[in-house]
T-cell receptor, first 112, second 112 residues
Framework: DVKVTQSSRYLVKRTGEKVFLECVQDMDHENMFWYRQDPGLGLRLIYFSYDVKMKEKGDIPEGYSVSREKKERFSLILESASTNQTSMYLC???????????FGDGTRLSIL | GQNIDQPTEMTATEGAIVQINCTYQTSGFNGLFWYQQHAGEAPTFLSYNVLDGLEEKGRFSSFLSRSKGYSYLLLKELQMKDSASYLCAVRDREAAGNKLTFGGGTRVLVKP
């Protein structure tokens, strides 16, 4: 079974802090994704990567950056956290584009 | 861009059948996924349709009509554990990285 692991289930940070969310997958998948999920808005894509050191903006990249130095790891960075970034963050990976995405358990991030 | 619509909420009785509709508008349709998400958990893959017709997997079936921009997920012999949100997601070949766009999700409540 594919395992996508997110480093924290719950995280509380303060406004202005730099926040790192880590995601690791163990199935040698090419593609990795970061989403946020908010009530009434569904899953929205922040950034994705289809290869090491490659990244593409999703639908809502503002205020975020990403890093993919190794194939198995995809990090989401909040450069200066703000309260409107309080959300559930979900990482996903897929072998190739036409294969299902497999999701991690999510990180519920609160910015105070 | 893409527009994906699905009902917000549906209620059904244990043992019954429920049909969740999803309509979409996209310039380069390249597949449709259904995911199940229990409260507080990660989405899990249910089905994938890229050609017209019905795909059956046990109690769950998914149908696609590309000409109508329409899909449905059919849940038969409903069980209490089927209470969850069901997410419709569409892949667009003209979008960078063949990324998925998700609908807002349909919350299904199964009553005894």
């Amino acid at each position: 079974d594919v395992k996508v692991t997110q480093s924290s289930r719950y995280l509380v940070k303060r406004t202005g802090e730099k926040v790192f969310l880590e995601c690791v997958q163990d199935m040698d998948h090419e593609n990795m994704f970061w989403y946020r999920q908010d009530p009434g808005l569904g899953l929205r894509l922040i950034y994705f990567s289809y290869d090491v050191k490659m990244k593409e903006k999703g639908d809502i990249p503002e205020g975020y950056s990403v890093s993919r130095e190794k194939k198995e790891r995809f990090s989401l960075i909040l450069e200066s956290a703000s309260t409107n970034q309080t959300s559930m963050y979900l990482c996903a990976s897929s072998l190739v584009s036409n294969q299902p995405q497999h999701f991690g358990d999510g990180t519920r991030l609160s910015i105070l | 861009g893409q527009n994906i619509d699905q009902p917000t909420e549906m209620t059904a009785t244990e043992g019954a059948i429920v049909q969740i509709n999803c309509t979409y508008q996209t310039s380069g349709f390249n597949g449709l996924f259904w995911y199940q998400q229990h409260a507080g958990e990660a989405p899990t893959f249910l089905s994938y349709n890229v050609l017209d017709g019905l795909e059956e997997k046990g109690r769950f079936s998914s149908f696609l009509s590309r000409s109508k921009g329409y899909s449905y997920l059919l849940l038969k012999e409903l069980q209490m554990k089927d209470s969850a949100s069901y997410l419709c997601a569409v892949r667009d070949r003209e979008a960078a990285g063949n990324k998925l766009t998700f609908g807002g999700g349909t919350r299904v409540l199964v009553k005894p």
